[in-house]
């Protein structure tokens, strides 16, 4: 009992009165579900909260791709750099670090 209660939550005297109820089956497959769908939303919060960034390194990764040594494009590369280090620029006294690791 000790180790449901600490992975669902339950406390033990929850747990035996589910066992009583024989219901303990149902309410386990319950909890899984519920901290499941919790963790996917989450997760999807996580996701909208980065992807303008995950955008932003997409695109410049095709500029890098992409680039054929002309200076327009050298300028949207370096353009695209200026605006990824803006966009890191905050208020607070955090200090953020942009690093590139090219192969």
Known sequence: AGDLEEKLGFPKEKIDQLV???TIYDDI???RNDSHK???EELKAKRASVFPQHKETVEFKTLLANYDKSEQQKQQ???KIL???NSSIV???QNYHLL???D
């Open 29 to 31: 497959v319950k909890g």
């Open 83 to 85: 605006k990824m280090n």
């Open 91 to 93: 208020s607070n006294a």
């Open 100 to 102: 590139f690791c090219l």
């Open 20 to 22: 009583q109820a024989k």
């Open 38 to 40: 919790k963790l996917v």
């Open 77 to 79: 590369i370096i353009n």
